[in-house]
């Protein structure tokens, strides 16, 4: 499976944006696409991921409340809302995926990844 991130930008605090990853590939049922990022100087960490049906969420409580992943099914994509941005939101964002029966935070189980998309929230 394939995937391209993009929708990052400059907004700032309070502001929204909303990312999106083309999935391309093989998909199946046992799909999941997750979002992680990374900020300046710290570890990679886990944002929020979906089921490729779109039926189960999971999300970090870092982001829980402010931030809605979802599937498009038409145009095979899985976007990232993000409102009420912080300055502590600033990353390079990530998504990636992995075939599973369940939904995995740890992104070490992740074997495909995208590339980074930047978000930059000014204060």
């Known amino acids: 499976v394939q995937l391209q991130a993009s929708g990052g930008g400059l907004v700032q605090t309070g502001g929204s944006l909303r990312l999106s990853c083309a999935v391309s590939?093989?998909?199946?049922?046992?799909?999941?696409v997750g979002w992680f990022r990374q900020a300046p100087g710290k570890e990679r960490e886990f944002a929020a991921a979906i089921t490729w049906s779109g039926g189960s969420t999971v999300y970090a409580d870092s982001v829980k409340g402010r931030f809605t992943i979802s599937r498009n099914n038409a145009k095979s994509t899985v976007n990232l809302q993000m409102n009420s941005l912080k300055p502590e939101d600033t990353a390079l964002y990530f998504c990636a995926a992995v075939y599973s029966v369940s939904l995995l935070e740890a992104g070490t189980s992740y074997p495909f990844w995208g590339q980074g998309t930047l978000v930059t929230v000014s204060s």
């Open positions: 590939g093989r998909t199946s049922r046992t799909l999941r």
